[in-house]
């Protein structure tokens, strides 16, 4: 875990004296104004391993992201909610979470990335971030004797790495064709390894996320 988070931090270091050469430079990256600011929605498939695809079924999240860009340094800001069923009984103290029970997935981090490319063609943006997961049974299905953590898989610390690529669609460009002001339209395919710490917490919970996803992001130039 240490070593992990050891690298995660010197590859995002890394990332920030990269982006000062490059803000400047030409070549890769140098399609970037300094500031852009947007926001998504995307969807997708989440693939789970182990112990957390023995209790619960793979899924398919719904969200919404918030990015900000300073040259090539990409800060994103994500939140995202899945549904599905649960796949084996979970038992606690006093009852049994019942196969086929409905489940909520909820994802929310932040990553800090790196965008190399073109913008207005194809660019990627490979990232490491960190954030939470939970399962919990879903509001609208739960018993009547239901409380809270009954089986449930309660907010835990989760780190992610992964890579987006963005695929230009369109640019609104302003009177006078400034670069400042500019809103562009990009079609987003990503893909994410996350891993939550849930085995910390609750024994025989171990596993992984592969969440593969599509979606659109709106830019604006600042």
């Excluded at 990332?15 to 400047?24: F, H, N």
């Excluded at 990335?113 to 990627?124: A, C, Q």
């Excluded at 780190?159 to 064709?177: C, R």
Aim: glycine share 12%; aromatic share 14%.
């Amino acid at each position: 875990m240490k070593t992990c988070l050891s690298a995660a931090l010197l590859f995002l270091l890394s990332l920030v004296a990269y982006s000062q050469e490059e803000i400047t430079s030409t070549g890769i990256g140098s399609g970037n104004t300094k500031w852009k600011a947007g926001m998504g929605l995307f969807t997708g498939y989440s693939a789970l391993t182990d112990d957390l695809h023995h209790y619960f079924n793979n899924n398919v999240p719904f969200g919404l992201c918030v990015q900000g860009q300073y040259g090539i340094v990409v800060f994103d800001a994500n939140i995202s909610i899945a549904f599905s069923r649960l796949a084996n009984d979970i038992a606690y103290d006093g009852g049994v979470w019942e196969t086929n029970s409905w489940v909520s997935t909820h994802y929310y981090n932040i990553t800090l990335g790196l965008n190399i490319g073109d913008p207005e063609s194809v660019s990627l943006t490979p990232f490491g971030g960190i954030g939470m997961t939970n399962f919990l049974r879903t509001q609208l299905f739960k018993d009547d004797d239901y409380e809270p953590g009954d089986g449930e898989l309660a907010d835990t610390f989760t780190y992610a790495f992964g890579m987006n690529m963005d695929v230009h669609l369109a640019t609104n460009k302003p009177l006078g064709d400034e670069v400042k002001g500019k809103m562009s339209t990009y079609l987003r395919l990503g893909y994410s390894y996350s891993s939550p710490r849930f085995e910390k917490r609750y024994d025989d919970f171990g596993g992984r996320m592969h969440c593969f996803t599509v979606g659109i992001v709106f830019l604006q130039s600042l």
